[in-house]
């Protein structure tokens, strides 16, 4: 029988004294974080009988701070997940035990997401999807004057008064979707581009890089306007419905927001004799299943587990500071999706 792992043992493996580690296991005096970790990580290592308790009480010693996680339709698997990863990234411990509340915004009027930042004044810190409004605008500036940190995630915002923005890159994601309607189309012809709301930046701005790749790659296609659907299922059924019955020469549709569901059930019950690519946003069942079948050629996905541990991350950061450092900018690459690789 092997012998247990003792206090020497967990010391020399995390490269420290004995001391110290006596220090970590009874808090009896403050240790930087970095160290506690190290030992934290060696008495998984090599099997301390505490490390358990160990984590508990290294826990235990960090100032907690209450963050509130603004999402937007509760019954949206994608903010479902986008939640959850939120969550679970507080989990892991850093220089501030972050404790979170999720909170689903059914509603995404300007008025009702101002209505909800005031009411989350209560929390340490913020994090949401939104709108880009004078409304909403106004509320994070005045939380950010009283020193409350606020992420916006997905989509940004027109101001400097924030914490900053975590999302994908829209410029890059617009021409991706661009380049694939034009490489993978027979024939030239029209393109139509469905959107949630030019509220939404991120969205916007994905819109006006598709747009742009054609201007200088496609000339020979034809940009239909962009149909706004409200990021609603129903709304981009009937869009994409529209769209197949007055333009029988359509060879390609964008959607560049929400309403995928509604789009691709459109799609297949109506457009099986057209030769339609399609390119969405985010690897769904729906969407995944489409992929397969052909009538979608490709979803871009938002890396959803790297956008939460960068989010968790800067707020902690945020809130261990000072004063609130300057607002950042954080665009990660967007996952891509094919028949081939789900």
């Not at 949206?76 to 903010?79: G, I, K, L, M, S």
């Not at 021409?175 to 380049?179: I, K, L, M, S, V």
């Not at 994409?240 to 769209?243: A, N, T």
């Given at each position: 029988?092997?012998?247990r792992p ?5 010391a020399?493996?995390a490269?420290?004294?004995s001391?110290?580690?006596d220090?970590?296991i009874n808090?009896?005096?403050?240790v930087r974080?970095?160290t506690?970790e190290?030992?934290?990580?060696a008495?998984?290592q090599?099997?301390?009988?505490a490390?358990?308790?160990l984590?508990?009480?290294a826990d ?10 603004l999402?937007?339709r509760?019954v949206?698997?994608?903010?479902q997940?986008?939640?959850k ?9 850093a220089?501030?035990?972050l404790?979170p509340e999720?909170?689903y915004?059914d509603e995404?009027s300007?008025s ?8 989350a004044?209560?929390?340490d810190?913020?994090?949401?999807v939104?709108?880009?409004h004078s409304l ?5 500036e005045?939380l950010y004057q ?5 992420l916006?995630?997905l989509s ?8 900053g ?8 994601v617009g ?5 694939t309607?034009?490489h993978?189309?027979?024939k030239?012809g029209?393109?139509?581009?469905l959107?949630?709301?030019h509220r939404?930046?991120?969205q916007?701005?994905a819109e006006?890089?598709?747009?742009n790749?054609f201007?200088?790659q496609?000339e020979s296609?034809?940009l ?10 129903r709304?981009?059924?009937?869009s994409?419905?529209?769209?197949l019955?007055q333009?029988?020469?359509?060879v390609?549709?964008?959607?560049a927001?929400g309403g995928?569901?509604g789009?691709?059930e459109?799609?297949?019950?109506e457009?099986?004799?057209?030769n339609i690519?399609c390119?969405?946003?985010e690897?769904?069942?729906?969407s995944?299943?489409a992929?397969r079948?052909g009538?979608?050629h490709?979803?871009?996905g ?9 989010a968790?991350k800067?707020?902690?950061?945020a809130?261990?500071?000072r004063e ?8 990660l ?10």
């Open positions: 029988m092997s012998k003792t206090i020497k043992d967990l020399e493996a490269g420290v004294s001391a110290t580690v220090r970590v808090s009896r005096s403050s974080r970095a506690v190290r030992v934290l990580l008495a998984d090599i099997g301390y009988h490390a358990g308790l984590r508990l009480r235990e010693a960090l100032p907690r701070r209450r963050v509130c996680f999402m937007q509760s949206d698997p994608f903010y997940r986008l939640g990863a939120l969550t679970d990234a507080c989990q892991y411990s220089n501030i035990k404790d999720l909170i915004m995404v300007p009702y997401i101002a209505a909800k930042l005031r009411k004044a209560e929390f810190a913020i994090a949401l939104t709108l880009d909403i605008t106004r509320e994070i005045s009283q020193g409350v940190p606020v916006c995630l940004d915002i027109s101001t400097e008064q924030y914490s923005f975590i999302g994908w890159d829209s410029h890059k021409r991706t979707a661009a380049w309607i034009h993978l189309c027979h030239p029209k393109v139509g581009i959107l949630g709301s939404y930046l991120g916007q701005r006006t890089s598709f747009i790749y201007r200088e496609g296609f034809t239909l306007p962009s149909v706004l659907n409200l990021d609603d299922d709304l981009a059924a009937e994409v419905s529209e769209l019955s333009h029988p020469d359509l390609g549709i964008y959607s927001g995928s569901r789009m691709i459109t799609l297949r019950q457009a099986s004799e057209h690519i390119v969405c946003n690897l769904t069942d729906h995944r299943l992929l079948d009538i979608i490709l979803a871009i938002t890396p959803i587990e790297r956008v939460a541990g960068q968790v800067r707020l902690q950061s809130l261990a500071a609130l450092p300057p607002p950042i900018e954080i665009h690459p967007a996952e891509l999706y094919i028949s081939e690789n789900i």
